[in-house]
């Protein structure tokens, strides 16, 4: 392992964004830590400075085209407290019924697009093929559905806001425009086929995970830490910080409640972002108990774990499915995909429990103000985890400071313990003796990263593709190996 | 009342003397693009978008601000007069910060709709991103000096139409810019009727009502032209 080598892999690995692994080992030969680093930078919380907090939603959107939704919910929030408005019940309805959809696509592309050619091919499968194109081969019928099951999400984002991605339909104080019945019930009638597929990616993973997949469970980043996110009143599963939200709840690897019915507004008394000079990334954490023993995790995982309910029957079903396998509290981030499948049909059900609401048709849909508060912090769960939007304005309401806490990046620690858990694992001293690593243990190493469904273009507001390099550092430093795609 | 006659691309036209060419080309049908011109403003020639070939004048001229003038032969959409409205458009792209995506006339702006008729679809000059402010001072608009061409229709309306004279260009070169008064912010101008026709002529997404968020602009330029001409035959005299 003395000399240097690089080995090419191509194509462009599955996760959105662009980053690095590097692998260090100790003195002993043997891995000491993996680092997951972030490479890109794009400045949006800068070149808002000077704009109108209600172009905040368009120009925050822009972030991602995989979840615009997110930020433009998240933006649209942060500009009612700045107009200090109740939003009408319509378009909170409709609000959510957006956020249900983005959820929707956005998880159907981690599960079917992203992730499950890893398992559902085989961590050893030719890279060539261990990606959607190969999935459609070897298995078209799911491959299909999780292509028509996103392809359902984004329908119901364009038919509520006019375009799939980056629908400028969410702005202070409401929504533009209100829903038709002819929508609604086209909506409606799209809720049979997704639900459909969600059966079948539930049936698929949860046999894999009985039978494939056991090892994963306890090597995929599995470890105690807290959770953070959302709760609706009544201990249910919570996507919205609107109507029956109760705030954001903490809590640790043995279900108890670190805190809980935590504002929005307060955040910055409660979290703080560690930075480390190798990445762009930030590492939040919950203040109080430190950067480390304080670090967390968000998304499909923490909400799951944060609520008692999700409020829904199947939803409900597989929550208590899904608990029996990993515990109350899970802290497998391999389920993380399992989670995301439970969290589709959770919404599903919801949608269809708003769409069938006579008050979603409501006409009046916007409340309008002038500025009457100068600064405020808009909250949401994003598909990733949870969303937070802060700008001061001036008095004529012109954004003089933004902060953007994005879910990926409260997911950076985890993400780093996950990679080093699995590094230890499988790069073994027989396997770091090979005169080249193995692109398979290398790729459990990505697909750590992938239970995370990271957005690394929201979380530093990256562009591009994601081309992903693995590198292998020995104790002194060297560079011993490294995988690059894309 | 005296004729001219005189032939553009091809077509024979006869209309009064003392009309400008660009109501010559319009009276033949012929489509020549245009900015800073509105009907129901006076002509001013500063976007030069309607630049036009005249036999026997070695320079382009400005259709809006040209005089017929008896047997012209003028030519429009040659591919020097093509090129050079493109040119003009990618230095006003250029020049600004203009941010479709996410602007309030995206989908109404009258820049925007000329960059894809003269085929715009990269600019081949950098772009300056110049520093410009935006001014929400005003308790009903708001003005973006990033979307600012300097068309010049809101200081023109403001001061022929509702006769306030809110705006003038202030500055030189590079650092033209609108303002209202004197150089103050638009809201302490007590000389604004806040009628809001500067909204309705601005042809980008520069003057705005506040609170508008992307693509809701909806200006209404056509509108001046009938209020003019209503005011001239005092149909709409108080």
């Known amino acids: 392992m003395s000399t240097r080598r690089t080995i090419q892999i191509d194509p462009v690995t599955r996760i959105e964004g662009h980053a690095k692994i590097s692998i260090h080992l100790g003195p002993d030969g043997l891995v000491e830590t993996a680092r997951f680093h972030v490479t890109e930078y794009r400045g949006f919380e800068k070149f808002c400075e000077g704009r109108p907090f209600t172009e905040m939603a368009a120009i925050t959107a822009r972030i991602c085209g995989i979840c615009p939704v997110s930020h433009l919910l998240a933006a649209a929030r942060t500009g009612d407290k700045i107009l200090a408005v109740s939003i009408p019940p319509a378009a909170e309805k409709l609000r959510r019924l957006m956020n249900l959809a983005q959820i929707i696509q956005s998880h159907a592309l981690s599960f079917f697009h992203l992730s499950s050619p890893d398992f559902l091919l085989g961590w050893d499968s030719d890279p060539q093929q261990r990606n959607i194109f190969g999935l459609i081969s070897a298995n078209p019928e799911l491959a299909r559905g999780g292509i028509r099951l996103r392809q359902f999400g984004q329908g119901v984002i364009e038919a509520l806001g006019g375009r799939k991605i980056h629908a400028a339909w969410a702005v202070p104080g409401g929504v533009r425009a209100p829903l038709s019945a002819k929508t609604r019930d086209q909506i409606t009638a799209g809720l049979p086929e997704a639900h459909a597929v969600v059966r079948q990616g539930l049936d698929v993973l949860k046999q894999l995970l009985d039978q494939h997949l056991r090892e994963e469970l306890h090597v995929f980043g599995e470890f ?6 959302l709760v609706g009143k009544g201990d249910r599963w919570e996507h919205s910080s609107g109507g029956d939200c109760a705030g954001v709840r903490v809590m640790d690897s043995d279900g108890s409640v670190v805190a809980d019915g935590l504002s929005e507004d307060d955040y910055a008394s409660y979290l703080s972002e560690a930075v480390e000079p190798w990445s762009y990334l930030k590492f939040p954490y919950f203040k109080a108990l430190g950067p480390e023993a304080g670090s967390y995790r968000v998304g499909p995982l923490a909400r799951l774990n944060l609520c008692e309910r999700i409020g829904s029957e199947q939803a409900d079903r597989e929550l208590l499915e899904y608990r029996d396998r990993g515990g109350r509290v899970v802290t497998a981030s391999f389920l993380y995909h399992l989670a995301r499948l439970i969290e589709i049909l959770a919404c599903l ?106 957005c690394l273009s929201c979380s530093t507001h990256a562009s591009g593709s994601m081309p992903m390099r693995v590198q292998l550092f020995g104790a002194d430093g060297a560079l011993l190996d490294q995988v690059s795609r894309g | 009342m005296s004729v001219c006659t005189l032939r553009i691309d091809d077509q024979d036209v006869a209309i009064a003397a003392g009309s400008t060419v660009l109501q010559a080309i319009r009276s033949a049908a012929i489509a020549v693009p245009t900015l800073c011109h509105l009907d129901g403003l006076s002509p001013v020639g500063a976007c030069r978008l309607c630049l036009v070939e005249v036999e026997g004048s070695e320079r382009l001229l400005a259709a809006c601000v040209t005089t017929v003038q008896d047997g012209m032969r003028i030519h429009t959409n040659s591919s020097r007069l093509q090129e050079m409205r493109r040119t003009l458009i990618e230095l006003l792209f250029s020049e600004g910060n203009h ?46 000096h990033n979307r600012c061409i300097l068309c010049t229709r809101c200081v ?68 001046l032209a009938a209020l003019v001409q209503g005011r001239s035959r005092q149909e709409l005299e108080p």
């Not at chain 2, 500055?171 to 209202?180: D, K, L, M, N, V």
């Open chain 2, 156 to 223: 023109r309306v403001c001061d022929e139409v509702e006769g306030a004279h809110v705006w003038d260009v202030g500055w030189r070169g590079e650092h033209c810019q609108i303002i209202s008064g004197l150089a103050e912010p638009w809201g302490a101008v007590e000389a604004c009727t806040n009628c809001g026709k500067c909204i309705e002529v601005c042809p980008t997404g520069a003057l705005f009502h506040k609170g508008e968020g992307t693509d809701e602009k909806h200006g209404h330029p056509g509108r």
């Open chain 1, 349 to 454: 059900e919801q949608m269809e429990r708003l769409l069938d609401d006579p008050e979603i048709l409501a006409t009046h849909v916007r409340a309008r103000a002038e500025v009457n508060c100068f600064e405020a912090v808009g909250i949401s769960e994003a598909p990733r985890g949870t969303l937070l939007h802060h700008y001061c304005v001036d008095e004529n309401g012109l954004i003089e400071r933004v902060n953007l806490i994005i879910a990926t990046g409260q997911n950076n620690t985890a993400m780093n313990r996950t990679i080093t858990q699995i590094a230890k694992h499988d790069l073994t001293a027989a396997e770091l003796a090979q005169p080249q690593l193995k692109e398979a243990l290398l790729n459990r190493i990505e697909a750590g990263i992938r239970c995370f469904d990271p």
């Open chain 2, 99 to 144: 941010i479709c995506a996410i602007c309030v006339a995206n989908g109404q702006c009258e820049l925007q709709d000329l960059a894809v008729r003269v085929g715009m679809d990269h600019s081949r000059f950098s772009y300056r991103y110049p520093n410009r402010c935006v001014d929400l001072s005003h308790p009903q608009f708001g003005l973006d």
């Open chain 1, 224 to 229: 105690p830490s807290l959770f953070l996110g």
